[in-house]
C-alpha cells in the first residue's frame, strides 16, 4: 500500500609484519563516480573504474546522500586487498562541485569509507576520517600506509588530563587583558572528552552533539539524540567541527561577522575574507586560537573544507598542540586533544588524505563590535499537536537588530525568522528552541530554552525517521493489536504494513493504547510503547529497546473493559491513566525510582470504556461519560483531582473523542440525544458545549486530531528560511484546522472539520463498524489517516493532500496485516514497468512468494529499502534505475528530490537482512527478458529457500541501467 505525495522535493606492500594474515594488495587509480551517470558510458568499463563506481554508490547510500553529491574518489586513497580470506577496499570521497551545502557539510570528517566484499558486492562498513579507517584490518592499514594513530586510537581520558594539565600551565584565569588567542586556546582545552550522545565510534548513523544546538545550527534536527545535561540542551544531528570552533571563538569574545559562520568548514574561509584575510595553503605561523582548515587542494576559496580545528599551544620545540571537534576516537566520536604535531600538512594528510592541505583563519586582532542582547519569551511546556508561540526581542548598541532566526529541534523545515512565531511540535520529549539576533554590525547572539513537549496516546503512534540525517520523512507508524491470544504491532514504514508478533497478553477486551517518544532506556530513540490491561487484570507495558520487544508489568490493577490512556509528563516521565477494580480513577507514574500507583479521584466512575484523555497547556484532562449521560471532566488540581460534570449530554452509548486545540485547551466530541454532533470546548475551569454539521451513530467510536492547515505550507516542498533570518515573520497565525472522524446511520465513515472558516461534515468512501483512531502528524506532506474497524480488521483510509485536509479526496487503502509476518513477507520483488511486473510474478511463483510481494509503487520500494526490514530486488533496468538515481524524479516517501537516491545495490545472493543492510537493493536486471526473469527467480528462491533453484548452479549476469527516465512510479 502507498500514500501519494503531490510534489517531490525540487543526500606497498610489507610482506614482513604480516605474520597473522593473509593479505593481497592493490592501489586502485582514482574514478569519478557511478560511470552510468553520464550518457555516453564506456561499453566496457575497466575494472579499476567499476570498482570506484560500486563503492561510490554503496558510501552514497551509506551516508544517506544522493549519488550526485560524490564528485569522485580522491587520487591515491582507494585501495582493495584480501586479508584473512575477506576482500576490503578503502576510498576517501569528494563533495560533487554541485553538492548543495546540506550534501556538502554531510562528509566533513566523514568522507571515507572502508567496505567489504561479499561475492561481488561492497558493503560499507565504517564511515570516518581516512586516517582512521575504522574496521580495517590493522595489516592493511599497514600495508597502505594508513595511520593517524593520535586521533584514532587516543583515550579520550588521556587526552582529557592532558588538556586539564596544559590549561593549568596557563596564566591565571582569563581576564579583560588575557591575548584573546589565549582565551580562545583555554576554552578550546575545557572542551576536550565532550563526545556525542549516543556515543558512536564512526559517522555510520546519528552525530549527535550540543554545539550545533548551542550555535543554532541550521539542520536543526534532534531525533534520537540525547539531552547534554553540562549545557543543558538537547543534542543535535550534525557534522559538528564547524559548529564547535564557532562556539569557542563566541565563547572567548570573538563577534564580527558571526552571521557568516556555519556548519560548514569553509565558512570559515568565508569569514577570513570578509575581515580582509588571505588564507594560504601550507602557509604562516600557527598561534593559539587560530582555526586551521583542512582541505583538498582546489577547493577553497569557494568550494568544500573536510575540517576546521583550532590551535590551543605552540610547544618549546615548535610542535603544535591542536583541539579538534567531531573526531572520530577510541570509542566515540568527540573533542579531541592532539598534540605535538610536527608538520601541519603531515598530520592534514595522515588524517584526511594524501596530499590534503591546510590554511590558517586567526581571530581578529581589533576592538569587537558589541553583541546584540535579546530575549525569547515562550512557554517551556507545550503539546504537541497544538500551537506553540515565540516572541523575542533584541537590541545592540549603536546599531539595530536586522534579523531574527529560529529552530526548534524537530526539523529544519520548520525553522522560521521574524520577532513572533508559532510552531507546532509533532513529537513528545525535550526540544531546545533557538532564536539567533543578528545586528546591523553582523554580530549575533543566540537565545536558547528547553521545551517539553507533552503528547497523549491513541490508537496509531507516530515517530520520524533519522535514516537521513536532515529529513524527519517518512514518518513511521505503530498500531498494537490482538493476534493469536498474544500481541502484535502492526508497523508502517512510509511504503507498506507489516506485522510482528511481540511479547505480552493483552485481555481478550478493552484498549491497547500507543505512545511514542524519545526513550533514555533506549538511547533516546523516538520509542513505541503499549499499555493494556493483561489477562489477570494488572496492567502492562510493551516497547522496543535495542535488543528487541520487551513487556514488564505495572503496579496497577484495572477493572475489566476499562479504557487505559498514557501521556508523557512535563517532568519527562510517563503517566498511564485507568480505572481500578473499586471504579476509582487511578494512574501509574513513572520516575527515576520506578512505577507507582494511585488514586486519583476516590469518587466511582460511571462508565470506565468511556474514558479519553487529552493533553493541554495546564495538564491533562480526562473526559468521560457520568451518571445521566453527561459528559464529565477530571484535573488535576494541585494536591488531588476533581472530577464535574459539565453541561454537555450524550446520547445512551456515546463515543466520545476527545483532541487538544491549537490554543492548547480541550475540545471533546460526542452523539448528542437528538443525534447530532456535540462538542464541547474547555475555557479555563468551564465548558461550553455546541451542537456541530454531522450526525453520528452514538457507538462505533470516534476519533479526533488537528491538521496542518494547506495555507501554511511553502509553494515547493521542502523550503525553509536560510540563516541568519530577517525581520519578517514567516509564521504569525495558528497553522492548525480541527477534524473529527464518526460513523453515519449507514455505516460510512464520515469527518466534520473546521479549517478556520467554520465546520463543516463529509462523507467519506467505504464502510465499517468501528472508528478505531485518526492521525494527522502535522508536518509538511502529511496526509490524515483514519483507521476503521470491519469485523475485528483495521483498515485505513487517507487524504492526498500535502497536508491533512480533509476536505479533498480521500481513498480507502487495503487492509492492515491481519496475521505477523513471514520471512517470505519480507522478500519484494519491484518493478517498474507492466513487462518487467509480469516477470517478477512468474518469478515470484517459481521461488515460491506469495503474489503481493511484487509492487509496482515506486514509494514502497524507496521506503522499504531504506527501511531495512525488507530485501528488495529491482526487477528489470527500469527499476534499477528508478532506485539508484530517480531520474524520473518521483514522488517519494523521503520528500527528496531526483535525479539521485540515498540508495546503493549489490548483485549476489542473499537470504538475511544483515547481508544487505538499510538503504541496500539487490539488482535483478539483465541484458535480455529472459535473463531478467532467470536472475529474478534465482535469487528469490535463494533468499526464501537459501540456496539456489535445483539445478541452478550460477545466476545469469546482472547489467546496470541506461541513465534515462523510464517505467512509471506506480
Known sequence: MSRTRTNPLTRRVLVSILTTLAITTATVPAATADSSQNPATPSAPSAASSTAATLTRAFAAGRHVGGDAIGGIRTGTLHTGTAD???????????????????AVALQDANTGVFVQTG????????????????????LKTAWNISAPGVCSGSAPAEKAAAAKARAAKPAAATDATPLGQKIADIALSQVGVQTDPPVPNFNTIDCDPYSTLVAGFSSNSDGCGYNSAFGVRNQNETWCADFAKWVWQQAGVTADMNTLNAGAVSFHTWAVHQGQNPQANTGTPEPGDAVLFYRPGRLPNGFADHVGLISGINADGTINMVNGDFSGDAAVDVQYDQNIKDLAAFAASVESPGEQWALVTPPTTAQQANPTGAMDAATVAVDGATARFHASGSVPGGTITGYYWTFGDTRMTNETG??????????????ATVTITSSFGTTTTVRKNIQVVAASAAVASAPTDQIWYDPLPVVQYAFTRSAGGLAVDYWNGGQWIQWAVPGTPDAAGDITALTYPDVANADVNTAHAFYRTANGSLAETSQTAGGWQTQTLPGTAIAGGAVNATTTADGNTEVFFVNNHRQLSADVQSASGWSTKVLDPAPV???GSLVLADTTSGPVILGIGPGGLVTASTDIGPTWITVPMAALAAKGSSLAVATTAAGTAEVFYTAPDGTLGEATQSGSCWKPSTLPGSPTAAGGKAATTYLLPSVLPANVGDFPQPPGTLTETSVSAPLGMEVFYLTASGAPAVTYNDGT????????????GIAGAMAYQVDEQPSNLYVTNAGTLSEETTGARSGDPSGSWHAAPALPTAPASWANQIVLYAADAADAATAQASAAAAG??????TTSFAVAWADTLD??????????????????????WANPSDLPGPGTPFSYGVDPV???????????????????ADTQAITTDLAYYALHGALPPGVTSVPPQVGAPYACMGSPS
Open 120 to 139: 561481488s558486492s561492497w558493503r560499507l562498513v565504517s564511515t570516518g576520517l581516512y586516517g582512521c579507517a575504522t574496521g580495517l584490518p590493522a595489516a
Open 911 to 929: 537470504n538475511t537482512l544483515a547481508q544487505v543492510g538499510p538503504g541496500n537493493f539487490i539488482n535483478a536486471a539483465g541484458a535480455t527478458a
Open 868 to 889: 531495512g526490514n525488507y530485501l528488495v530486488y529491482a526487477v528489470g533496468t527500469p527499476a534499477v534505475r528508478a532506485l539508484y538515481s530517480n531520474v524520473c524524479d
Open 85 to 103: 580470506g575477506q576482500t576490503w577496499a578503502v576510498a576517501a570521497f569528494d563533495a560533487a562541485d554541485t553538492a548543495t551545502p546540506e550534501q
Open 419 to 432: 520577532a513572533d512565531v508559532t510552531h507546532v511540535f509533532s513529537e513528545p520529549g525535550t526540544y531546545t
Open 758 to 769: 467554520g465546520w463543516q461534515s463529509k462523507t467519506l468512501p467505504g464502510s465499517a463498524d
Open 849 to 854: 512468494l506469495p503474489a503481493q510481494q511484487v
Open 606 to 608: 460511571a462508565q470506565p
